[in-house]
């Protein structure tokens, strides 16, 4: 990165990065949080090479990035505690180790990511088959469709995994 766009970069956080984190810790009531998000939303920045200069109105792009990290942030974390309320279930002699429990939670969050953009219900069917073991019938009967909806359900959320290139 040639010094001058650097220079340009350490600009930018520094005119924006403590409204930044004053914004989010507002949203979130979490300061290691709320610092967490404003790093990434300025990683965020970077990774997509946009040059802060040509923004506009950078707060509402700092903002809209932030929105969406704060979003992802909360549905990782509903999902991680249904996943733990699932294992409550469990008797103690099946239920994973710490470190297993960790790879599983990691595993979930690439599923989630995998099948991000993919109607509710076609998520709901693909995690009914490959976390419950459900039937396409079973699942169907749930859903209330048909089996032959469920495979087209299925179709759908194994070619998205297969094209962000994980393996249900």
Known sequence: MPPSDTRKLAFFFSDH???LLQH???QLRNRADA?????ETFCQLLNARIDPGTL???RAYLSTVARRLI????????LEQAYLDRLMLLPEELAPSPEETHLLLEALHAVDRSLCGL???VKRAFLM???DGLSYAEIGR???VSERTVGRYMTQALRQCYLIGMQP
């Not at 610092?35 to 790093?39: L, M, P, W």
């Open 119 to 121: 109607p509710p219900v």
């Open 142 to 144: 749930r859903l209330e």
């Open 24 to 26: 989010v810790q507002r």
């Open 129 to 131: 088959s490959q976390l």
């Open 35 to 39: 610092e967490d998000t404003a790093a």
């Open 56 to 58: 506009e109105r950078p």
């Open 71 to 78: 979003f992802d942030r909360h549905r990782r974390r509903r």
């Open 17 to 19: 990065h403590r409204w």
